[in-house]
């Protein structure tokens, strides 16, 4: 925004008034052209040039002004022949400047950008939760100062696999946590240079996290999780029987829970162990 300030000030220092000269633009053919146009955006270029306030014109009038720039800071000084200063454009218009520091810590912001994960593309954990409503039991219930919260859980997977699973879905955040800088809020900021690096790990790591799906499901998820229904059904009529003895899980039940176990199983199969990355770059504003 600085740069671009300073050098709006510097062209219109050096540009052309608009005055019966100047407007007077010549009609051009499209593409090639004539020679007859090419001559008369020459003059008309030549004429904007006696215009400007560095120009031919200026000197006859006495108007004419001696623009320098800044060599550490950039910023546009113009000089009446008088030696008086004259304010630039963002000068006249109170354009806000922004503070020097400020202005060098965003040069430091455009080495980089904030890093973060996409939460939509999140895989859940593979350890499916259940509605304790499915079994008969409220989720919370509470008499007087005494609560109590029940929760149910199901994974078709052996605590190792998933244990290892968990550790691979977790190795991101651990990963971007070690090659950038926090600025609070869970915003991390990392260098240009090290995305490749970064980027590269975490192909490591979900290939590796898919290589023990693969290896855990020796095939689809749904034949994977169909080939345990008899124990998975087994296993939740257990459960459902402790507070209603004798008694099994309707038939929809023992399905939302197949079906759950399978979506979750199928995003991860399907290559996506790792969130997908987000990038945002760093803005500073004048106030």
């Not at 031919?56 to 006495?62: D, F, S």
């Not at 169909?226 to 402790?242: G, P, S, T």
Request: charged share 30%; aromatic share 6%.
């Amino acid at each position: 925004m600085e740069s671009w300030r300073k050098w709006f000030d510097l062209v219109w220092a050096e540009s052309a008034p608009l005055n019966e000269r100047t407007i007077g633009i010549p009609h051009l053919i499209p593409a090639a052209g004539t020679v007859e146009a090419a001559e008369m955006w020459r003059n008309y270029a030549e004429q904007c040039k006696k215009h400007t306030t560095t120009g031919e014109v200026a000197a006859l009038t006495g108007e004419k002004v001696k623009i320098s720039v800044g060599t550490v800071t950039g910023e546009i000084t113009i000089q009446t022949s008088v030696g008086k200063k004259k304010q630039t454009l963002s000068d006249e218009l109170a354009l806000p400047r922004m503070d020097p520091l400020a202005e060098r810590i965003s040069k430091i912001y455009e080495k980089g950008v904030l890093v973060s994960f996409s939460k939509l593309s999140r895989v859940p954990p593979l350890d499916a939760p259940i509605k304790p409503e499915w079994f008969g039991v409220e989720t919370l219930r509470q008499v007087g100062s005494i609560s109590r919260k029940t929760e149910y859980r199901i994974s078709v997977l052996d605590p190792k696999t998933l244990r290892n699973l968990e550790n691979k879905k977790q190795a991101g955040p651990r990963i971007l946590r070690q090659l950038s800088y926090s600025l609070g809020d869970n915003q991390r900021w990392m260098p240009y240079k090290v995305i490749p690096f970064f980027e590269k790990e975490l192909v490591r790591v979900n290939d590796e996290g898919l290589e023990e799906v693969i290896k855990a499901l020796r095939g689809e998820p749904d034949a994977f999780v169909d080939a345990k229904k008899n124990r998975i059904v087994e296993d939740a009529n257990k459960m459902y029987q402790d507070f209603h003895p004798g008694k099994t899980l309707p038939g929809k039940v023992i399905e939302c829970i197949l079906d759950n176990i399978k979506e979750r199983l199928k995003r991860v199969a399907s290559g996506k162990v790792i969130p997908d990355l987000i990038t945002n770059r760093v803005g500073f504003h004048c106030r």
